[in-house]
């Protein structure tokens, strides 16, 4: 008999080679959130998933608590697939592709902006 074969995301995978990081501000070039800036709080590798600050709010219902005795509604963000963010460069105001240069013997990140 075959093996079931285990969720997606359950199991160790190649991962993509990400050029962004955590704290980069980046904005969102797709979806109901598009033209939002934000910067990334986290990034899950196996999924292919960032979680952006200010971007793709949803609502979570919290029961009362000793911490939070009110309970109530708040907003948390919602991760969004990577290939919707790009990197922003905060001097042509729009988004830019990311490269890597060697220099000395070091590898840096550069911002691939025309012209």
Same mark, same amino acid.
């Given at each position: 008999?075959?093996?079931?074969?285990?969720?997606r995301?359950?199991?160790?995978? #190649?991962? +993509?080679?990400?050029k962004?990081? @955590?704290?980069?501000?980046? $904005?969102?070039?797709? /979806?109901?959130? !598009?033209? &939002? #800036?934000? +910067?990334?709080?986290?990034?899950? @590798?196996?999924?292919?998933? $960032?979680?952006?600050? /200010?971007?793709? !709010?949803? &609502? #979570?219902?919290?029961?009362?608590?000793?911490?939070?005795p009110?309970g109530? $509604?708040?907003?948390i963000?919602?991760?969004?697939?990577?290939?919707?963010?790009?990197?922003?460069?905060?001097?042509?105001?729009?988004?830019?592709?990311?490269?890597?240069?060697?220099?000395?013997?070091?590898?840096?990140?550069?911002?691939?902006s025309?012209?």
């Amino acid at each position: 008999m075959a093996n079931k074969l285990p969720y997606r995301g359950s199991e160790p995978t #190649k991962f +993509k080679k990400i050029k962004l990081k @955590k704290d980069d501000e980046v $904005i969102c070039i797709a /979806g109901a959130d !598009k033209g &939002k #800036k934000g +910067k990334i709080l986290s990034i899950d @590798k196996r999924k292919d998933r $960032i979680f952006v600050s /200010g971007v793709n !709010k949803r &609502k #979570k219902y919290v029961r009362p608590t000793q911490e939070n005795p009110q309970g109530g $509604i708040i907003e948390i963000e919602n991760s969004i697939h990577i290939s919707n963010v790009m990197l922003y460069d905060s001097k042509k105001k729009k988004g830019a592709r990311v490269g890597f240069e060697v220099k000395s013997g070091s590898k840096e990140r550069i911002l691939k902006s025309k012209g």
